[in-house]
């Protein structure tokens, strides 16, 4: 067996960081790039750009702030003290919200780009034909979207997945608990063990070229609108 | 939604200012039958068309639809477009593309209570015959087609009001020709008021009962069809294409030279064979530069179309070189454009008795 007992926690606990940010990423993404994709507001450009940061910030300076934050010492970290959930730095749950700070750009731009490819008219359309703002949101826009929602899924899980720098600085290295793949292979690195180290990278080589292959197959057709 | 108005009308007052356009409009239309929103592009037609839907927010405002009232800027009241029972039809189709054209007429169906239906189902998809297209997607469907899903599909909310703007502009002439009689058909079947916007003075001719011309957001004239084409100050803007429209109805067959007789108020003329049968209703159509005039009955002219009649007024036409003489043939108005230097040697001045010669009838129908 090439994968040690500690190998596979640490895919199993990758997997399941990755499926739990996407889903919250889709749940609080969604709104954000709806916001983005239809405001006329002087606040469209400093949020764009707030929620774009993570493309150019290095992971360490997100983590950092995470880490200040949700710390004993911090605003979030005296929060949840003192709803007695202790902090969260170094826990799966600090692990959760540090991604999708860091996964938030990959979901919410292809939204944004999706719900913007949309256009007006059929929300007018939908008006005429007696569907209410929420009605056309999930009649309507949710469909004729949903391209973009497949690739805001696949974008957010596998950036996710390729995290390590906010992995390291919040969430430490605890076996079962923070220790995610990129972790596991530095570890494997660190202790010379090469031939662990390529099991899982050239599995995490395999798994990006699939993902990637299929959002690049799925982009061939869209329906256009008329 | 109180009542206040007179039923039977539609009250819309809008006035709104974009940066380069601005829109004053204060409308009373019949509230039945096709009134016909006419006037070139950027004459604010469509803008007041998307007011009365309620997709346009116009500053100060004013809607009463039969009755029912759906906007008063000054009440603060504004009824958003999915509370309103109206119907509209878009330039383009815009079917839902991922709906097959039964679930695009489905879609504004289910979303009208029950009680509320009133156009039927059968009915509708027969008057515009899509019954052999309701499983396809809008994709597979030609534009004339997805036109036909498109009005179908604003009927079947049962609406008080429908909306149509510029629903043939985008189709080819064939197309067009497609549609029309469907249009026809729709204004004699459903006793559905129909504000019609279009730019084309053949469809309004054509389809409306009553007119308004816009210029550059402001009503320039509405009235009845006949009386407001037929008037003399609408803006030169019609020019070549002014003209007037008369209800006539056939009278008889000639099939040996294989011409039809058609009789209206005030005299008859002769044209091309028709198909519809005697006693019929057919409009037809007079551009103003195919009416000439002569102090005489012409003798030895191969013009068939002669009409007595009387000057009414004269006017400046499009150019400096003509002018527009409005004329009554025994209760029917006409127009004509002749230059201005024949009008002169005529000697035409009002009360003149004198000869229309009609060298071309347009017949919509």
């Known amino acids: ?226 | 939604m109180t009542d206040s108005s007179p039923a039977g009308q539609i009250l819309a007052r809008f006035r709104l200012a974009w940066p380069g356009f601005e829109l004053d409009v204060d409308l009373t239309l019949p509230g039945r039958g096709v009134t016909a929103l006419f006037g070139h592009s950027g004459s604010g037609k469509t803008t007041c068309l998307r007011c009365v839907a309620g997709l346009e927010r116009a500053g100060e405002s004013h809607l009463e639809v039969n009755g029912e009232r759906w906007q008063d800027s000054a009440a603060g009241l504004f009824v958003p477009a999915h509370r309103r029972a109206l119907g509209y039809v878009f330039q383009e189709a815009s079917l839902f593309p991922h709906l097959s054209a039964r679930r695009n007429l489905e879609y504004g169906l289910r979303r009208v209570r029950a009680a509320q239906r009133r156009v039927d189902w059968d009915h509708v998809v027969k008057l515009l015959g899509i019954e052999h297209l309701l499983e396809r997607l809008p994709g597979t469907l030609s534009g004339g087609e997805r036109q036909r899903v498109g009005i179908a599909r604003a009927l079947l909310t049962s609406p008080r009001l429908l909306l149509m703007d510029e629903p043939l502009a985008a189709l080819d002439l064939k197309r067009k020709n497609e549609i029309l009689p469907y249009l026809e058909r729709l204004r004699e079947e459903l006793d559905i008021p129909v504000l019609y916007v279009s730019h084309s003075p053949d469809e309004v001719a054509r389809l409306a009962d009553h007119v308004v011309l816009l210029d550059q957001g402001r009503v320039v004239a509405q009235g009845g069809l006949r009386e407001t084409l037929a008037r003399l100050d609408l803006p030169t803007a019609l020019g070549e294409d002014a003209g007037v429209v008369v209800e006539s109805v056939v009278a008889e067959h000639d099939d040996a030279y294989h011409l039809t007789r058609l009789t209206f108020p005030g005299g008859e003329v002769l044209v091309a064979r028709r198909p519809e049968a005697p006693g019929q209703r057919l409009r037809f159509r007079v551009h103003a530069r195919d009416v000439s005039l002569a102090l005489t009955r012409a003798e030895g002219s191969s013009i068939t179309n002669l009409l007595p009649a009387r000057v009414e007024a004269l006017a400046a036409a499009d150019t400096p070189a003509h002018v527009l003489v409005r004329l009554d043939a025994g209760g029917t108005p006409l127009l004509a454009r002749i230059t201005r230097r024949s009008a002169d040697q005529l000697g035409l001045a009002p009360g003149l008795p004198l000869w229309a010669q009609i060298k071309a009838v347009a017949l919509l129908g």
């Open chain 1, 1 to 226: 067996m090439p994968l040690s007992v500690h190998d596979i926690a640490a895919i199993r606990l990758t997997l399941e960081l990755a499926s739990l940010t996407t889903l919250l990423l889709l749940l609080i993404g969604t709104p954000i790039a709806w916001w983005l994709a239809r405001t006329r507001s002087r606040l469209k450009g400093p949020v764009g750009a707030i929620v774009a940061l993570p493309l150019v910030l290095p992971p360490t300076v997100l983590g950092f702030y995470l880490l200040v934050t949700m710390g004993p010492h911090g605003p979030v970290g005296q929060f949840t003290q003192s709803l007695g959930l202790g902090t969260l730095p170094f826990t799966f749950a600090g692990l959760v919200v540090g991604s999708v700070f860091y996964s938030m750009p990959f979901v919410v731009q292809p939204l944004q780009n999706a719900f913007e490819a949309i256009g007006e008219r059929p929300l007018e359309v939908a008006a005429t034909l007696r569907a209410g703002p929420w009605d056309t949101f999930f009649s309507v826009v949710l469909p004729l979207a949903k391209p973009g929602f497949v690739t805001a899924s696949i974008l957010g899980f596998a950036h996710t997945v390729g995290e390590f720098g906010v992995v390291l600085m919040i969430g430490g290295n605890i076996p079962g608990v923070t220790r995610t793949v990129s972790v596991q292979i530095f570890d494997h690195v660190e202790a010379m063990e090469y031939a662990q180290a390529h099991w899982l990278a050239g599995g995490m080589v395999v798994f990006s070229f699939f993902v990637l292959l299929a959002l690049y197959s799925s982009r061939r057709f869209k329906p256009g609108f008329n």
